[in-house]
């Protein structure tokens, strides 16, 4: 079974601090999708990045950054230079290889406080 | 595109009454999903359909909840009778499924969310 474990509950920074949101996961497939989304105070959710289990490469998009590590099966988000706009719900999910269905993290509630 | 499109974004029914929800997913995307958000059970998969066909409703909480899909560009999920139970935001995403060209699996885009309330 597929399972996605966002051990902090809650974060708060003070702005412009770096902010590491953490997830780790579990899946016995060799080929999955791993994805964070945003739920601002508002309520949508927003996609934020998709990666695939074969690419390992970390990825950045300006004050976010990415770090997979399937050794360790962690997918880890950091926000560089915090912002009260980053304040929000961060989601990381799983998806397998077929149907796209994605499987949720609980969540990390990120307060940042100008 | 307008994005995924949810109605109601509110919706405040009593015990008993049917509910409906709808959602018209993004125009080309072959797969659609709804998801319920609770404080106790956080994000979970309901059910989803790839080109209207439904393939997995192993999340239908029980026989109170339907989902149809009759056409690709609309899908509603009803509730009937409704309970206090089932008060939650629920969520309508759509997703292109494969990337062309290299099979890849795309990501679900989300509605703006029906936040449903039953007294």
């Known amino acids: 079974a597929q399972k996605v474990t966002q051990a902090q509950t809650e974060i708060s920074v003070v702005e412009k601090e770096d902010v590491t949101l953490d997830c780790v996961y579990e899946?016995?497939?060799?080929?999955?999708?791993l994805f964070w989304y945003k739920q601002p105070p508002s309520g949508e959710l927003v996609f934020l990045i998709r990666r695939n289990s074969f690419d390992e490469q970390n990825e950045i998009s300006g004050r976010y950054s990415w770090n997979f590590q399937k050794s360790t099966s962690s997918f880890n988000f950091t926000i560089t230079a915090s912002q009260v706009v980053d304040s929000a719900v961060y989601f990381c999910?799983?998806?397998?290889?077929?149907?796209?269905?994605?499987?949720f993290g609980a969540g990390t509630i990120l307060r940042v406080k100008s | 595109d307008a994005g995924v499109i949810q109605s109601p974004r509110h919706e405040v029914t009593e015990m008993g009454q049917e509910v409906t929800l709808r959602c018209k997913p993004i125009s080309g995307h072959d797969y659609l999903f709804w998801y319920r958000q609770t404080m106790m059970r956080g994000l979970e998969l309901l059910i989803y359909?790839?080109?209207?066909?439904?393939?997995?409703d192993s999340g239908m909480p029980e026989d109170r909840f339907s989902a149809k899909m009759p056409n690709a560009s609309f899908s509603t999920l009803k509730i009937q009778p409704s309970e206090p139970r089932d008060s939650a935001v629920y969520f309508c995403a759509s997703s292109l499924g494969h990337q062309p060209g290299t099979g890849l699996n795309t990501e679900a885009f989300f509605g703006q969310g029906t936040r449903l309330t039953v007294v």
């Open positions: 999910a799983l998806s397998e290889a077929w149907g796209n269905k994605l499987v």
């Open positions: 899946t016995r497939d060799t080929t999955y999708y």
């Open positions: 359909f790839n080109n209207n066909v439904p393939i997995d």
